[in-house]
């Protein structure tokens, strides 16, 4: 995919000819003549991340260009290489203190004009490594080792975003606590690691059951929490049945035993309009997840809607 720069000069000669020349380098090419229309292209998300600019424009010249592209969200970063007639240290020195990266003079070589370019490349490519290799650790640091759910911390502020949310937007949401029932029997009889399979094949089944936008995590031990905007007790209440049929169909095989696994349900919903808190909404769907529990387990219960 070709590299997308901003050419931002207003100078109708030097406009054609760099044009022809970085169309030619294979470079994908946004032109203005002007340093408004400059930042009116910078400032929005889909901007080229490469970007020459004259030094001289109407509207706002290169460096307040560059002091108003600086103002914004370092990510994804902006390469701004500044072209001027200027030769002196001070204006060179002005110029990157504004927020440039690099400074080209007038008239320039093609081929330096082509090596800083790459070296621009070079840089938001290293930038875009950087960038995924700290997205993937926010990910790993928000994710349960064992079965891949999102971790207790990241269950809560899912809840707690997806429940501001539904405020601003006057739809429900419900929460669903599920815990493995007999859990401690399964680790004691067939061992720590016929437990942690039995986990993580759950945490499986619960995972492809339910919406794409639903969020499931490893609430704690042997409990899950799932969390489902748009949803009200209705569709809570099949989908939490759902869950329960489908976990308990087949047993969890672990070498040569096969281990008969169901859970137990409490769901809580708020309603629509009005604001619930994380703890009403938690603490309403544990208290049905109990009395699911003390009547018989392998089954559900629905706490009244939280308001």
Same mark, same amino acid.
Request: glycine share 8%; net charge negative.
């Given at each position: 995919? $070709?590299?997308?720069?901003? @050419?931002?000069?207003?100078?109708?000669?030097?406009? =054609?000819?760099?044009?022809?020349?970085?169309?030619?380098?294979?470079?994908?090419?946004?032109?203005?003549?002007?340093?408004?229309?400059?930042?009116?292209?910078?400032?929005?998300?889909?901007?080229? =991340?490469?970007?020459?600019?004259?030094?001289?424009?109407?509207?706002?010249?290169?460096?307040?260009?560059?002091? @108003?592209?600086?103002?914004?969200?370092?990510?994804?970063?902006?390469?701004?290489?500044?072209?001027?007639?200027?030769?002196?240290?001070?204006?060179?020195?002005?110029?990157?203190?504004?927020?440039?990266?690099?400074?080209?003079?007038?008239?320039?070589? $093609?081929?330096?004009?082509?090596?800083?370019?790459?070296?621009?490349? =070079?840089?938001?490519?290293?930038?875009?490594?950087?960038?995924?290799?700290?997205?993937?650790?926010?990910?790993?640091?928000?994710?349960?080792?064992?079965?891949?759910?999102?971790?207790?911390?990241?269950?809560?502020?899912?809840?707690?975003?997806?429940?501001?949310?539904?405020?601003?937007?006057?739809?429900?949401?419900?929460?669903?606590? $599920?815990?493995?029932?007999?859990?401690?029997?399964?680790?004691?009889?067939?061992?720590?690691?016929?437990?942690?399979?039995?986990? =993580?094949?759950?945490?499986?089944?619960?995972?492809?059951?339910?919406?794409?936008?639903?969020?499931?995590?490893?609430?704690?031990?042997?409990?899950?929490?799932?969390?489902?905007?748009?949803?009200?007790?209705?569709?809570?209440?099949?989908?939490?049945?759902? @869950?329960?049929?489908?976990?308990?169909?087949?047993?969890?095989?672990?070498?040569?035993?096969?281990?008969?696994?169901?859970?137990?349900?409490?769901?809580?919903?708020?309603?629509?309009?009005?604001?619930?808190?994380?703890?009403? @909404? +938690?603490?309403?769907?544990?208290?049905? +997840?109990?009395?699911?529990?003390?009547?018989?387990?392998?089954? +559900?219960?629905?706490?009244?809607?939280?308001?």
């Amino acid at each position: 995919m $070709a590299t997308r720069i901003l @050419l931002a000069d207003d100078d109708l000669v030097i406009r =054609r000819s760099m044009l022809a020349l970085l169309t030619r380098w294979g470079y994908d090419l946004t032109v203005v003549s002007r340093g408004d229309e400059a930042w009116e292209v910078l400032k929005r998300g889909d901007s080229p =991340r490469l970007a020459l600019l004259d030094w001289l424009m109407p509207g706002l010249d290169g460096p307040t260009v560059c002091r @108003l592209v600086r103002t914004l969200s370092a990510v994804p970063y902006t390469y701004m290489i500044l072209l001027t007639a200027r030769n002196r240290p001070e204006d060179m020195i002005s110029g990157l203190r504004a927020g440039a990266d690099d400074y080209l003079t007038k008239p320039f070589n $093609a081929y330096e004009l082509k090596a800083r370019l790459q070296s621009g490349e =070079r840089i938001l490519e290293l930038q875009s490594h950087l960038i995924a290799a700290r997205d993937a650790l926010k990910e790993e640091a928000a994710r349960d080792p064992l079965t891949g759910l999102w971790n207790h911390g990241a269950s809560l502020a899912i809840l707690k975003n997806e429940l501001e949310r539904g405020d601003r937007q006057a739809t429900p949401l419900t929460v669903t606590m $599920a815990d493995l029932d007999h859990f401690k029997c399964v680790n004691d009889t067939r061992g720590h690691l016929a437990g942690d399979e039995v986990l =993580r094949e759950v945490a499986r089944r619960l995972k492809a059951s339910v919406r794409t936008y639903d969020s499931v995590g490893r609430y704690g031990g042997e409990e899950f929490l799932v969390v489902s905007p748009g949803c009200d007790g209705s569709a809570g209440l099949t989908q939490a049945e759902r @869950l329960r049929q489908v976990v308990a169909a087949d047993p969890v095989e672990f070498g040569d035993a096969s281990i008969p696994v169901t859970i137990s349900l409490g769901l809580a919903t708020s309603v629509t309009g009005t604001m619930a808190s994380v703890e009403q @909404l +938690l603490g309403a769907a544990d208290e049905a +997840l109990y009395r699911a529990k003390l009547s018989g387990r392998n089954r +559900l219960d629905v706490a009244s809607l939280v308001p």
